[in-house]
């Protein structure tokens, strides 16, 4: 079940289920009913726990004019009511902490509404509907999902942390003791480096953890790793570990910024974490333990766990999450596990191959990228469907040039069919839009012009940037890169984070339709990355999978189009765009 719906007279609340979080969404029967709207309160009742009103940043700005409920805050939604008709809440800091608890939530919604003098009339329950549905990570059969908060421009970040909270101690160590202070917030409370990690990894790194620390934990265990960016503290002591015990066999990419090179600006040598990694990997490694550098053509670029048991794969981790400081808390991220022992076996195929082609071609070359592309795990998507794992394919690149054409293609094609069909919608956060004339980029850098779906999505590099106008039929299509912004009062400041900020890739089309898919993994959908890269594209029918991936995407898009308004320069529109969403203020730029 992707969502449940809930009514009261004319107006209905529908609560979509995503990982770790709720979408809902609001409606009346009639434009008559919604005359002098105000907004929504919410009130959310969590298993076993006292009810509490969300949070909202965006207050009245003469808050005595209008009914306010005494014993409640002033950014309370029952006295600031949420001007949106719908809101993304994930349970958190602000009323549970970080571990919030699992289970079926009640949420009330209340609509408010204004007297003819615009003053908010007192909450009146005889209006409210109810929902009630699951909350927690997201698993359906075999397959967890796992998201990155990231979401260091945001209020939320800056009421925890602060505006300059540090991500790693001074001089970058690669290992370094997370549990060590990192900072002071505004409110004079310490945090660790851990303390910014759980909150920004979120989900996500909460998956990577939990197989990792199965392995650690069980000696019968082994991992494969494939790693692109590889800095994380914990996840590279970890691997040493595992290096020391012979259980991990690691592909490392080695291509131009993760060897030690020249640095064209300042002319001094650059030793990055990759190198250092490799080189205390070989000094403690034992048994079976081995790394191999390699590349392909351009980048080793999945991000891949594989578990197994004597020779047997039991599960895999995938996505788009690097094994970095700035892929787990700075970028928007996923990942995927599944648990399924076909599944990993694939991926342990892929792996074997890789390891020994990287191992024949050792620098970056043409040969190592032809000589996979070769194989039968390039030529072919391989299908999976069971009870335990929803109907899907993944494809494994380095493909040949025609192959990833008609990977691509594909994927452009069932874009555009969206604008064929009644209430056809995509929604996306992908990385870049721009330096490939691929037919994705293509198709979803101009598919905010079509009038005939709904179009939401975000790059940190899009074409243009295009905000939503009242009344308009066209798409939003914005920036994850809106640079240093002033934000008005109330808001605080935010920081400019280091890198991408969405560093996702993911398309997913036809929500709510007969055939909602994902297209997500490490793939840049671009031509030259299918062409060059080692990577893996996952295509998943399944609307559960769809709902919690476009959940994802709402967040990201209202999020950065609320920050896009202020960017310095400002955005080249300066329309009303749509905000909103938050845990109890995870996005709390937003109300």
């Known amino acids: 079940m992707a969502f449940a719906t809930g009514s009261k007279n004319s107006f209905t609340v529908k609560a979509y289920i995503g990982d770790n979080k709720t979408l809902l969404a609001f409606n009346f029967a009639t434009q008559s009913a919604a005359r002098n709207l105000a907004g929504f309160t919410i009130q959310c009742q969590p298993p076993g726990k006292p009810a509490y009103f969300l949070f909202n940043e965006l207050q009245f700005q003469n808050p005595a004019k209008h009914a306010q409920v005494a014993a409640e805050k002033p950014n309370s939604t029952a006295n600031a009511p949420i001007q949106k008709y719908r809101w993304t809440h994930v349970p958190g800091t602000n009323h549970q902490g970080l571990n919030p608890i699992v289970g079926d939530y009640t949420y009330t919604v209340t609509p408010r509404f204004f007297d003819a003098n615009q003053s908010m009339l007192p909450l009146d329950a005889s209006l409210s509907a109810s929902v009630t549905v699951h909350v927690g990570p997201f698993r359906e059969g075999l397959l967890s999902l796992g998201f990155t908060r990231g979401y260091m421009q945001s209020e939320a970040f800056a009421h925890h942390f602060g505006a300059h909270a540090p ?46 620390n199965q392995v650690l934990g069980d000696p019968t265990l082994h991992v494969d790793v494939f790693a692109y960016d590889l800095n994380e503290p914990d996840v590279v002591t970890t691997l040493l570990q595992l290096a020391k015990q012979g259980r991990v066999r690691i592909i490392l990419d080695n291509s131009v910024t993760h060897v030690t090179h020249m640095d064209s600006t300042t002319h001094k040598q650059v030793v990055p974490p990759e190198d250092v990694f490799a080189q205390l990997f070989g000094e403690q490694a034992a048994g079976q333990a081995a790394i191999e550098r390699g590349c392909f053509d351009r980048f080793s670029h999945d991000k891949i766990f594989i578990v197994s048991r004597a020779g047997t794969p039991l599960r895999v981790l995938t996505g788009s999450t690097n094994f970095s400081i700035t892929g787990l808390y700075v970028n928007a991220n996923h990942v995927l ?61 380095p493909h040949t040039a025609a192959d990833a054409a008609k990977i691509l293609n594909a994927i452009s094609n069932r874009i555009q069919k969206e604008g064929t069909v009644t209430n056809g919608n995509v929604l996306f956060a992908v990385m870049q839009l721009t330096g490939s004339n691929t037919p994705v980029y293509n198709t979803l850098n101009a598919i905010h012009a079509t009038q005939t779906l709904f179009s939401y999505g975000i790059s940190d590099s899009p074409a243009g940037t295009n905000l939503y106008r009242a009344g308009s039929k066209e798409g939003i299509l914005v920036t994850g890169k809106p640079g240093t912004t002033t ?105």
């Open 487 to 591: 934000l008005p009062p109330p808001f605080d400041q935010v920081p400019t984070p280091p890198g991408h900020e969405i560093h996702d890739k993911f398309v997913v089309c036809g929500l709510n339709g007969s055939d909602p898919v994902v297209y997500c993994g490490s793939s840049n959908l671009a031509g030259g990355g299918e062409a060059q890269n080692g990577d893996n594209l996952l295509e998943i029918h399944d609307e559960d999978v769809a709902t919690a991936f476009a959940i994802e995407a709402l967040l990201l898009v209202d999020h950065y189009a609320f920050l896009d308004r202020f960017a310095n320069p400002k955005a080249p529109h300066p329309a009303k765009t749509p905000i909103g969403g938050g845990e109890d203020g995870a996005d709390g730029d937003n109300g």
């Open 337 to 397: 596990v599944f648990e399924d022992s076909n599944v990993a076996a694939k991926y342990q195929q892929v792996f074997d191959e890789s390891f020994q082609v990287l191992g024949q071609f050792p620098t970056k070359t043409v040969q190592a990228s032809n000589a996979f592309a070769a194989t039968d795990l390039s030529t072919q998507p391989f299908a999976f469907q069971s009870s335990s794992v929803p109907k899907m394919s993944i494809t494994f690149s």
């Open 167 to 212: 991500l790693f101690p001074q001089g970058k160590p690669l290992q370094f003791d997370t549990t060590q202070k990192a900072g002071t917030n505004q409110d004079g409370q310490d945090f660790t480096f851990a303390d910014e990690y759980a909150w920004m990894g979120f989900t996500a790194r909460e998956r990577v953890f939990t197989v990792l």
